[in-house]
Nanobody, 114 residues
C-alpha cells in the first residue's frame, strides 16, 4: 500500500525557517520523481519543487526559487523541503507527491504570521 506521510509544519514568523519531511512506503522510493505542492485557502494546489529520480535534478517554482531547497534521502525513503526567508504568502498546506504512483500525502500546515 502506497503511503506518503508529511510532517514538520507549524507556525513560524516572517523571515523564519522550517523543514518539511515526507516519509514514503509501499513502493520503491528511489525510482520515483517526487514533488512538493502547496494549497493556500481558497486557491488551487500549486507545484512548488521537484526532485527527479534519475539524474537527481531539481526544479523550483519562481515564487520559491532561492528560498526553498528540495532534497531526498533514498536510504530513508524520505523527501525534504527546507524553507527559509518565509513570507506570509507561503502560508498553505504542503503536500508531497509521487509522480510514479500518482499518490499524495495528507498534507502538513505551514502558517507564516507574526
Amino acid at each position: 500500500q502506497v503511503q506518503l506521510v508529511e510532517s514538520g509544519g507549524g507556525l513560524v514568523q516572517p523571515g523564519g525557517s522550517l523543514r518539511l519531511s515526507c516519509v514514503a512506503s509501499g513502493f520503491t522510493f528511489s525510482s520515483s520523481t517526487m514533488s512538493w505542492y502547496r494549497q493556500a485557502p481558497g486557491k488551487e494546489r500549486d507545484w512548488v519543487a521537484r526532485f527527479t529520480s534519475s539524474g537527481g535534478s531539481t526544479n523550483y517554482a519562481d515564487s520559491v526559487k532561492g528560498r526553498f531547497t528540495i532534497s531526498r534521502d533514498n536510504a530513508k525513503n524520505t523527501l525534504y523541503l527546507q524553507m527559509s526567508s518565509l513570507k506570509a504568502e507561503d502560508t498553505a498546506v504542503y503536500y508531497c507527491y509521487s509522480l510514479w504512483k500518482g499518490a499524495w500525502g495528507q498534507g502538513t500546515q505551514v502558517t507564516v504570521s507574526s
